[in-house]
């Protein structure tokens, strides 16, 4: 026989109290109660429960005493936090000091199921699987320290703002969050803000009744509505406009959205990740972004280290990189052989992991299919160019000078890139990462060039 559910509700409000006690009771949880902090912690001692759902406000102790104690007594036991009407402050409070989740007055089923659902689904998920991190590549402490906050953010349902540089995987931290949290099973929908024209923001987002605007022939739900009891992650989220920020905010703070051209709210049940490249704190200070949905997403944060921060997993990163792209095309991979590893590991990598990415696939279009080495990767306009003298391995061209050599390695690169494409020079260009005049003009300095009508069609085409 499976073992009932357990709650422990503590309310000094004997209607409230009572009320929650039932509702629970209804669906299958057995329920405990307290009228104060102090029998609370009695009740703690005498049993084990899955989820703990207190009042913020009592007379001798506050939910937040409550919560810190549970958290130093009683770990992993999920807390929600029952807060006043509109009392978006210490919603947030609570969810900063460890709170699973949060619940305003008047309480209503709609918005108490889903977070008891929730609560002890994580339970169960605790007692019997480990966190699933190993997505995040690499060894270094940087990442470990990541790792180990995707574990814990996935226990809460707080907002998390990710910040980092473009290309440092924040999406990849979001998704993990979401995976290892009791929502996994429900959907993750990822939107890009800025790539939203700012006319049809709003319908997007939370969708549009039949008959709302011309060609709104049917209703449409919106990307809260297709995230409900899952994750909605907001990439690039500095590029939203001011009057859908403050919309924004409305529908995180009273979790209902109301669709375009409905005159009532529905309540949704969605975890806000957010995330950009851009200071939002900066923003803020220039009234470019609101204080109050600031403080609302950046409840939790978690920054994405830059791939030059972590120098030691670049090895790792690019032999999983050089994997996928080898498993996509469908063909033998090569190895990167020992000096191109150290090469890469010293680049600065603006673009980090994405361009990391960018970077191996140019050089598996160009290397003999067997080893990628040190010429493959040096391909002009790309960052990779940006090296010292010690990192070009020039004791094995002693007589070369530094432009002699550079010469030579740019020159097999092109002719490399020609024999690839059957001399098709468009193409050639294409693979190498320039434009077709760019190529024209370096095999003219570099000595390679054999000018044709085809190479002038090519040109004008």
Sequence with gaps: MTKKPTCLVVDDETDIRELLVMTLERMGIETFSACCVDEAKSLLTERAYGLCITDMQMPNGSGLDLLHHINEFHT?????????????????????????????????????????????????????????????????????????????????????????????????????????????????????????????????????????FTGANQDKEGMFQA????????????????????????????????????????????????????????????????????????VIQLKMPALRDRPADIPLIAEVLLNKLCANQHIPVPKIDSDALTYISTLP????VRELENMLERALALCDGESITIEDLLVEDNTAARLTTDEFNLDQAEELTLPDYLENVEKKAIIQALNKTNQNKTAAAKLLGVTFRTLRYRLTKLGLSKETDADQQSENE
């Design 227 to 298: 995230a409900n009891g899952g994750t909605l992650f907001l990439d690039e989220v500095a590029d939203l406009p001011l009057l859908m920020q403050v919309k924004l905010l409305r529908a995180i703070q009273e979790k209902k959205v109301r669709m375009v051209g409905s005159t009532s709210e529905e309540a949704v049940d969605v975890r806000i990740i957010s995330a950009t490249h851009k200071n939002l704190a900066e923003m803020m200070d220039n009234s470019q972004f609101r204080k109050d949905l600031y403080y609302r997403l950046n």
């Design 76 to 212: 992993g036991l999920p807390v929600a936090v029952i807060t006043a009407h509109g009392s978006a402050e210490n919603a947030v409070r609570a969810l900063k000091a460890g709170a699973f989740d949060y619940l305003s007055k008047p309480i209503s089923l709609k918005e108490l199921r889903p977070v008891v659902e929730s609560a002890l689904k994580l339970t169960t998920r605790t007692n019997t699987s480990q966190p699933d991190t190993l997505d995040m590549i690499g060894g270094s402490e940087q990442i470990r320290y990541v790792r180990t906050m995707i574990a814990k953010l996935a226990r809460s349902q707080a907002p998390v703002y990710i910040s980092g540089e473009s290309g440092s995987g924040k999406e990849l931290a979001a998704k993990l969050i979401h995976k290892n949290s009791p929502r996994a099973d429900a959907p993750f929908i990822a939107v890009n803000c800025g790539a939203i024209p700012e006319n049809l923001m709003e319908s997007e987002f939370f969708g549009y009744k039949k008959g709302a």
């Design 349 to 352: 990598f603006p673009g980090n």
